[in-house]
């Protein structure tokens, strides 16, 4: 079985450069989540939605940060214009029911972004 | 504050003995689920095993076994029998069930446990 599937694996470009992450989640599951995970501030819950729809975006740092599920097979995270503060793995997980319930979040292999 | 804490920034097992990691967690509800996740040195993140707050057994799965301690906020995962590819980063989380059907997720800051044979 697929597992979720995120693109690119790393990333390395210039600050000011828009940057995007792009994720495909596991066939049937109606959640999906993005996190960054930095040295400094460990993993962090960013933006997640609930059938294609934006739930709690509390987590997403500023407004050059940017999430969008137009279906149910396909979100991007988006930082326009990036800055080297970004710099970290960003994950993206998806489940099957959300936070309130039981079921386990699946993650992917995660993008390693680098912003010089 | 609501917090989960991981005392022990790392660990070391001498293989095929257990291992306790220890998780703390402070919330003031009443309604809440602890999950362990594994994340090795490729980077990904798996799921180890969940724990509500209302399970009156301790969660069990393979090798893995969460000692909950619910008058203590305490939620320490336990592996069995440690093995070389056990040797990773372990992180506590918590969900927080909030009003309104409401809810957030927070994760520890890891421990990074190494076996040795």
């Known amino acids: 079985d697929a597992g979720v599937i995120q693109s690119p694996r790393h990333e390395v470009t210039e600050m000011g450069q828009e940057v995007t992450l792009r994720c495909k989640p596991i066939s049937g599951h109606d959640y999906l989540f993005w996190y960054r995970q930095t040295m400094m501030r460990g993993l962090e819950l960013l933006i997640y939605f609930n059938n294609n729809v934006p739930i709690d975006d509390s987590g997403m740092p500023e407004d050059r940060f940017s999430a969008k599920m137009p279906n149910a097979s396909f979100s991007t995270l988006k930082i326009q214009p990036s800055e080297p503060r970004d710099s970290a793995v960003y994950f993206c997980?998806?489940?099957?029911?959300?936070?309130?319930?039981?079921?386990?979040?699946?993650f992917g292999d995660g993008t390693r972004l680098s912003i010089l | 504050a609501q917090k989960i804490t991981q005392t022990q920034p790392g660990m070391f097992v001498q293989e095929k003995e257990a291992v306790t990691l220890d998780c703390t967690y402070d919330t003031s509800d009443q309604s809440y689920g602890l999950f362990w996740y594994k994340q090795p040195s490729s980077g990904e993140m798996i799921f180890l095993i969940y724990q509500g707050s209302y399970d009156e057994q301790n969660a069990t799965e393979g090798r893995y076994s969460l000692n909950f301690q619910k008058a203590r906020k305490s939620a320490n995962l336990v592996i069995s029998a440690s093995q070389l590819g056990d040797s990773a980063m372990y992180f506590c989380a918590m969900i927080l069930r909030l009003s309104g059907g409401y809810n957030k997720l927070i994760f520890g800051a890891g421990t990074r446990l190494a076996v040795h044979p």
């Open positions: 997980a998806s489940s099957l029911g959300g936070l309130g319930s039981n079921q386990p979040q699946h």
